[in-house]
């Protein structure tokens, strides 16, 4: 079993910054691919970033490139998620997911561990 638990979310006014944390436990590997994803009221959950273990690769969605950075810290065995110059459209819950591969999936269906999510939310 792997558990996620993400924290970081909060209030910020547009333009601003956050940085989101997803910590992982158990049966997780270094070849595991981890993501974030994100889910605003009335639409589908949607790709943000996603990373591998080993740092080898990111992939994310166009409209946080330039924007959003995904790392990851071996030690820690967390994920964390920088977010710059935040725009309205970027408020929702976001959450982190793992699947066991090393393959960075933009689907929410090709992920077997789901964090609770943390909500981020962006004001004017």
């Known amino acids: 079993q792997v558990q996620l638990v993400e924290s970081g979310g909060g209030l910020v006014q547009a333009g601003g910054s956050l940085r989101l944390s997803c910590a992982a436990s158990?049966?997780?590997?270094?070849?595991?691919?981890m993501a974030w994803f994100r889910q605003a009221p009335g639409k589908e959950r949607e790709f943000v970033a996603g990373?591998?273990?080993?740092?080898?690769?990111?992939r994310y969605a166009d409209s946080v490139k330039g924007r959003f950075t995904i790392s990851g810290d071996n030690a820690k065995i967390t994920v964390y998620l920088q977010m710059n110059s935040l725009k309205l459209e970027d408020t929702a819950v976001y959450y982190c997911?793992?699947?066991?591969?090393?393959?960075?999936?933009?689907?929410?269906?090709?992920?077997?561990?789901w964090g609770q999510g943390t909500q981020v939310t962006v004001s004017s």
């Open positions: 997911a793992t699947r066991p591969s090393v393959l960075i999936s933009s689907a929410p269906s090709e992920y077997d561990y």
């Open positions: 158990g049966r997780i590997f270094r070849f595991y691919a």
């Open positions: 990373v591998q273990w080993s740092g080898d690769s990111t």
